[in-house]
C-alpha cells in the first residue's frame, strides 16, 4: 500500500484500498472509469505521452490556462509521463503493472501490440493483471480498426434515433453520455473481474465496445423489434407508455417536468390542474390509453402550469403527492437543498485555482464512503516519485527523460 492509499490508524480503509491501477487512456470512459475506481480508494497511476498529454486537459472551459474538465477527470490520479511506443517507455510499463492489480486502456485495437505491450506480454509479467480495453467498436469485428467516440456510439445505438422531436432531426446529447455510460461499465467489469480473480487467480481481459453499453440502457428495442416489428419513434419529450409526461413552462419562465408513470399519479395531476372529468373517460385507465390522447392531457396540464410560478406550481404538486421536478440549470442545483443533505457537490482544494466545487462521489457507502482526495495534478507532476518507487535511480531516470521516453 502507498503513502496514497494509507489511512490513519482506527479509521476503515476505503473499499478497494491497496488495489493499483494503471491507465492508458484519454478522451473519456476510460479516464472516467478510473476516477470511479480512485473515488473509492484505488491507487490510480495515470500515464501519458510525455510531449501529448491527454487531450481532456484543454477541453472546454478554462481558468488562467487551466482546464477544468481535467481537475474533474484527473481527481484521486498520480500522473506520469512514458512513451509507450519507445521500447525505454515500453519497459517502464512493464514495472509500473508488475505490481498492478488492474489497467485501463483504449488505444485503437492493435497499437499495444505492435508496441510489443499487448495483453500477452504483461499477463507474462502479471498473471494476476485485470486488463480492460476500451474503443468504439471492440477488438474484433469489421470495425474494430476504425477509431470511435462517443459521438459515434451514441449515433449507432439507437439513441439518436429515438431522440428529438417526431418531426425533428436525430438528437446527440450536448455532453459524454456514451462515454459516461461506458465509464460506470468499465468500473463495473474491472470488479467482476477481480472478484473472478480472487477465486481463480488469475486476471483476465476486458473487452468493452462504447458502442454496446448505451445500447444496453435503451430499454427491449431490440426484442420489441424481433418480436413485433416495432421501431421506437421519437416522440420529443413525450412518452408512448403514460402521459401526461411532458415539460411545461411556467408564468415565471421557468419550466417543470411531469411524470404520471403510475396511474393514481395521473389521477391526482389532472384534479389537481381541474379537469377531474378526465379520470372517468374509458381511454384513462391505461399508460397507452393516456398517451394515445397527449394532446388533451398535455394541454390541461400546459395551461394550469402556464398560470403559476414554478415555486407555486411545484409546491401545489408537492402538496397533492404527485410527481413534477424543477427544470434546474446548474445554479439551481448549487442552491438546491436536497443536493446539500446528499453531499451531492464537494469543494475540493486545489493547487492551482484554490477550492474547486465539483459533483461528488455518485453514492454513499455506510462502512467505506469515497471520497475525491484530490483534484487532476499537473501533467508527469508524479514521474519522478513513481519511478523512483518502482526501483528506477535518478540517473536512470534523468537518462530516460534525455531520451525521451519519459
Known sequence: MTAESAVPAGVTPAALAGVKVVELATLFAGPLATAFLGDFGAEVVKVEHPAKPDPSRGHGPAKDGIGLWWKVLGRNKRTVTANLGDPAGAEVLRRLVADADVLVENFRPGTLERWGIGPAELHAVNPRLVIARISGFGQVGPYARRPGFGTLAEAMSGFAAATGEPDGPPTLPPFGLADSVTALATAYAVMLALR??????????VDLAIIEPIMAMLGPQVTWYDQLGYLQPRLGNRSNNNAPRN???CADGRWVAVSTSAQSIAERVVRLVGRPELVDEPWFGTGSGRAAHADVLDAAVGAWVGARDRDEVVAA???AEAAVAPIYDVRDILADPQYAALGTVVSVPDADLGPIRMQNVPFRMSATPGRIRHTGRRH??????????????A???????AGGAI
Open 196 to 205: 473472478s480473480r480472487d477465486v481463480s487467480g488469475v486476471g483476465q481481459v
Open 247 to 249: 415539460t411545461y413552462r
Open 317 to 319: 404538486f408537492e402538496k
Open 380 to 393: 508527469g507532476q508524479d514521474t519522478d516519485e513513481v519511478l523512483a518507487g518502482l526501483g528506477f535511480t
Open 395 to 401: 540517473e536512470e531516470i534523468a537518462a530516460l527523460r
